[in-house]
């Protein structure tokens, strides 16, 4: 079964910035497309960001353009995500997902939360 | 971009008896391969999203098959056929065909 699993969430300042993580595993990593969508508290989905295979292609949400960064590790099985100038309506759990078809998500991991708050 | 709205928004059922969502698109989501690509996703009370159809009608493997989509163009529905108990959250449909892929606002299901 696929695992995916997020680290790296926690309380951060307005203006902070955080490092999310997500180890897969028990899937060939390097085949699927991956993303990041979050969910603020108590309301509905938001894709983030999404990138290819080896990374060569990445899309953003263009209200979080240049202050969110994808990214990914294919010889760790890893996925990232750079989040930068965090603004109270970035407080949210993030998952980790991956795109198994064009289109579609088929898998997603447990969530970090992230809270922006002074 | 593509704008999802879901009807209800809130869906008291009663066990045994069906429910029904409807979700709208803004434009199209017929792909230039032909393919529409409307997905449906079931979020369990404190649990991660589940995708339950994709591709409009297809039903993931170990999806009960109470639960069915339907829908062309801009017009879709999820149906469940008997709700039970364990059908209780919050189902999100989510276009794939354009990117940003962008989500319905959720319907909560409860049980009456």
């Known amino acids: 079964e696929v695992q995916l699993v997020e680290s790296g969430g926690g309380l951060v300042q307005p203006g902070g910035s955080l490092r999310l993580s997500c180890a897969a595993s028990?899937?060939?990593?390097?085949?699927?497309?991956m993303g990041w969508v979050r969910q603020a508290p108590g309301k509905g989905l938001e894709w983030v960001a999404i990138i290819n295979q080896d990374g060569s292609d990445r899309y953003y949400v263009d209200s979080l353009k240049g202050r969110f960064t994808i990214s990914r590790d294919n010889a760790e099985n890893s996925l990232y995500l750079q989040v930068n100038s965090l603004r109270a309506g970035d407080t949210a759990v993030y998952y980790c997902s991956r795109a198994g078809i064009p289109g579609s998500i088929d898998s997603w991991g447990q969530g970090t939360l992230v809270t922006v708050s002074s | 971009d593509v704008v999802m709205t879901q009807s209800p928004l809130s869906l008291p059922v009663t066990l045994g008896q069906p429910a029904s969502i409807s979700c709208r698109s803004s434009q199209s989501l017929v792909n230039s391969d032909g393919n529409t690509y409307l997905n449906w996703f079931q979020q369990r009370p404190g649990q991660s999203p589940r995708r339950l159809i994709y591709k409009v009608s297809n039903r993931d493997s170990g999806v009960p098959d109470r639960f069915s989509g339907s829908g062309s163009g801009t017009d879709f529905t999820l149906k469940i056929s008997r709700v039970e108990a364990e059908d209780v959250g919050v189902y999100h449909c989510?276009?794939?065909?354009?990117?940003?892929?962008?989500f319905g606002q959720g319907t909560k299901v409860e049980i009456k």
């Open positions: 028990k899937f060939t990593f390097s085949s699927y497309w």
């Open positions: 989510m276009q794939g065909t354009h990117w940003p892929w962008t």
